[in-house]
């Protein structure tokens, strides 16, 4: 937004539903254009340095033993994810990609 924080590489992650059960597109990109909004807002609620701060909380050697016991215990089948859209101001490759 205001550009606080100045430099550096920023990544934020939200969770935008994607309407796979509307079949005009037109209808579909507008239904998602709102919900990514409604996401946004509560995002801006929590604060932008949300997650970095949690981030910041735990030690690394946590958050290794976490990501190991998610894939062992196959957590990712049983529970929601957390976000499906990374947003990130790295810009991407000069090049068009299909």
Not at 24 to 39: G, N, S
Not at 48 to 73: C, H, K, N, Y
């Amino acid at each position: 937004g205001d550009g606080e924080g100045g430099f550096g590489n920023q990544t934020s992650m939200m969770m935008v539903p994607l309407p796979t059960h509307i079949a005009d597109p037109l209808a579909r990109v507008q239904w998602v254009h709102e919900t990514a909004a409604q996401a946004k807002d509560s995002y801006k609620e929590m604060g932008s340095d949300f997650i970095e701060s949690w981030a910041q909380v735990l030690p690394s050697w946590m958050v290794s033993v976490g990501s190991r016991a998610w894939g062992t215990l196959g957590l990712a089948k049983r529970v929601p994810p957390v976000c499906n859209v990374v947003v990130s101001n790295v810009p991407g490759p000069p090049i068009p990609l299909y």
